[in-house]
């Protein structure tokens, strides 16, 4: 799990002075902690991290793909949606 955790963070936080950490992103993806002050990094997750490794890391952490597709919709406008990226997600929660 430290290999894609690794990969994971180093392109959520890349971009900011202040980094997530591993728990504290999976928090933000489960809707267990409000993502208002990590919204960049949570932003940056869906944005920034090749899908094979989103999928990777959401596996490993056990985080439901529903909260997942929450997350996403909750943050992201519907102007600034990636349709293959969301279309990806919901797929992943009629799954589960």
Do not use: K, Q
């Not at 090749?50 to 929450?70: N, T």
């Amino acid at each position: 799990m430290a290999d894609i955790d690794a990969l994971v963070l180093n392109s959520v936080n890349a971009s900011w002075r202040r980094s997530i950490d591993a728990a504290t992103l999976v928090a933000c993806l489960r809707g267990a902690r409000e993502p208002a002050e990590w919204a960049d990094h949570v932003r940056a997750f869906f944005e920034d991290v090749p899908r094979e490794a989103l999928y990777r890391f959401v596996l490993a952490h056990e985080v439901p793909p529903g909260c997942l597709l929450a997350t996403y919709r909750a943050l992201v406008t519907p102007e600034e949606r990636h349709g293959g990226l969301e279309s990806w997600l919901a797929g992943l929660a009629d799954a589960a």
